[in-house]
């Protein structure tokens, strides 16, 4: 069935109001919650956790509830042969929760590098909290673009081929141990920023600028912002096209990578001291981008243009489970100090 469940002409105000409530519950977080920098425990971060997970499943839920009603009541989708609203209503549901899955698992890629980053700008840990929130709201606006551009270029066909062989390339790559490179002081990106625009020596706070000697200056903290929403950009480029492997949907698209992306901070700090631990999940997350890119270039036609998506979801955390499970059970070996200090 090709046509469209949620028309852009007749869902355009979902998007704003969606936008504005996602805008209502960070200004909640920032001005309410977390007002005062702090060092974010594990208990906080894994009860943010459950809040941001609970969400998007009560989003899910209302989602659902709501397709079945809007398709029980739409004239023009019940005389579609063979068009079922129930059926239809529980396969939107369905492509929400394994979108919202494979950009929450490839999210947590997204954590080796923030740690990677937060080490190089020595970011103190009271104020990593609010490069993450500021980090969110860019995260926002880029992959809004990200999404309205991929959904105009699904319409054609051929880009179905090109997104999918990307992500087996990507997928490929990330096997074969070549990942993104996280260098800030090569990024070109932050060498024409100081170009611009001079940087302090040390941290001043919260602050992103200051003036010194009637000159705006950018702190440590401003330099790292930007460099991670740079990375965020390079990370879309996987995960958008994932997504729209699941579904054609760009409603769906947006709502499952915007709460996935809400919770990426409390992730952050609740596994921030255990990634170490997931040495093999990237051979996971490489699994499931040659997964669905296969499915994008190939295994769509063996099943009238559209893979079941309950089996898609069970591949999907098959293999995330397995890589977190061998992970545990075949840790990382620890390099010996004897070896060093005999050096």
């Not at 809007?70 to 209503?89: C, D, K, R």
């Not at 080796?112 to 969110?136: D, S, T």
């Not at 105009?152 to 070549?178: E, R, S």
């Amino acid at each position: 069935m090709d046509v469209s469940l949620f028309p852009f002409s007749q869902y355009w105000w979902f998007y704003p109001l969606f936008t504005g409530f996602v805008l209502f519950l960070l200004v909640l977080d920032l001005g309410i919650f977390h007002r005062t920098p702090h060092k974010v425990t594990v208990r906080e971060a894994a009860t943010w956790s459950v809040v941001w997970v609970s969400l998007a499943l009560l989003f899910n839920l209302g989602l659902y509830g709501y397709a079945r009603w809007v398709f029980a009541s739409n004239p023009q989708l019940t005389a579609l042969p063979g068009f079922h609203p129930e059926a239809a209503a529980r396969q939107v549901g369905i492509e929400f929760l394994t979108g919202y899955v494979i950009e929450k698992s490839l999210s947590i890629d997204n954590l080796f590098v923030f740690i990677v980053i937060f080490g190089f700008f020595a970011v103190p840990e009271i104020y990593q909290h609010r490069i993450l929130f500021y980090g969110i709201v860019g995260a926002l606006l880029f992959r809004t673009l990200f999404i309205a551009g991929g959904a105009w270029l699904m319409q054609f066909h051929w880009m179905m081929w090109l997104f999918g062989g990307f992500l087996i390339f990507t997928g490929v790559k990330m096997l074969m141990g070549v990942e993104h490179e996280v260098n800030p002081e090569k990024n070109w990106l932050i060498r024409l920023f100081r170009r611009l625009i001079p940087v302090t020596s040390t941290h001043e706070g919260k602050r992103f600028f200051v003036r010194r000697a009637g000159r705006l200056h950018a702190t440590p903290l401003f330099v790292t912002l930007l460099f991670v929403e740079a990375t965020d950009i390079i990370f879309a480029v996987d995960s958008v096209p994932a997504i729209f492997a699941v579904t054609r949907e760009p409603l769906i698209v947006f709502t499952s990578n915007i709460f996935a992306i809400l919770g990426l901070r409390s992730l952050y700090f609740l596994l921030a001291g255990m990634v170490g631990k997931f040495h093999l999940l990237k051979y996971g997350l490489a699994a499931v981008l040659i997964f669905v890119g296969l499915k994008m270039t190939w295994l769509n036609n063996f099943f009238g243009g559209k893979f079941p998506i309950g089996l898609s979801l069970a591949i999907i955390g098959t293999f995330l489970a397995l890589a977190v499970a061998l992970s545990w059970l075949f840790p990382k070996p620890a390099v010996s100090t004897e070896s060093v200090s005999s050096c």
